[in-house]
């Protein structure tokens, strides 16, 4: 079985510019997650899908971060304008359902520098 | 609200050392337990986990139990390798499946 995709692995951009990470989920799975990492720091859980809706984004700067699940397959995670505090490794994950006692599986992340 | 405590790092300890690493907990209700594992270059993985009190979670010789009277769910190894250096993370599970994760304890095991 395929893992939890994640496209690019690393980023570099300067601040202000835009940027976009992909994720594919593990096929099937009707949850998805974004979480930012910051260096030295657990993971912090931006936003949740159930399917193409969002469950819960109140940790997502709205401001300035996007996400979509259109399809209810893959995801995009979008940051514009980007700001030195947004460099992290963004991870993405995947359940089955949103409730029962069934795990998380992370993708291997982003690295994203923002100079 | 809901937090998780893990003693900062590194820890470096020599291979077959005894391994502890410690975490507690706050939280509403009755959370589960998990500790994930973060090797180089690679994604978070579960390692082992634990839904109740008093239960205990294992896989690879690691060990935690879930201490509700301490609120605590330390790490335990009794001989580590050096392919067990990797950086360890403290989670519990609340409301709605969400995850909140402690800061991470990197873990360096020298041969």
């Known amino acids: 079985e395929a893992g939890v995709a994640q496209s690019p692995r690393y980023k570099i951009i300067e601040k202000r510019q835009s940027v976009a990470f992909w994720c594919n989920p593990i096929s099937g799975h009707a949850t998805l997650y974004w979480y930012q990492q910051i260096l030295g720091q657990g993971p912090k859980l931006l936003i949740q899908?159930?399917?193409?809706?969002?469950?819960?984004d109140s940790q997502l700067p709205k401001d300035r971060f996007s996400a979509e699940r259109l399809k209810g397959v893959d995801s995009t995670l979008k940051i514009q304008p980007a700001k030195l505090e947004d460099s992290a490794v963004y991870l993405c994950?995947?359940?089955?359902?949103?409730?029962?006692?069934?795990?998380?599986?992370f993708g291997p992340g982003t690295r994203l520098t923002v100079t | 609200g809901n937090s998780v405590t893990q003693m900062e790092g590194p820890v470096t300890l020599s291979e077959e050392a005894f391994l502890t690493i410690n975490c507690t907990y706050t939280?509403?209700?009755?959370?589960?337990l998990f500790w994930y594992v973060q090797y180089p270059g690679e994604g978070l993985q579960l390692l082992l986990k634990?839904?109740?009190?008093?239960d205990k979670g294992s896989n690879k010789g690691f060990e935690a139990t879930y201490r509700k009277e301490t609120t605590s769910f330390h790490l335990e190894k009794g001989s580590v390798q050096v392919s067990d250096s990797a950086v360890y993370f403290c989670a519990l599970r609340h409301a709605g499946n969400m995850l909140t994760f402690g800061g991470g304890t990197r873990l360096m095991v020298k041969p």
């Open positions: 939280a509403t209700g009755y959370p589960s």
């Open positions: 634990a839904t109740k009190a008093d």
């Open positions: 994950a995947s359940r089955p359902v949103r409730q029962g006692p069934y795990e998380q599986y």
């Open positions: 899908f159930q399917n193409n809706g969002v469950v819960d």
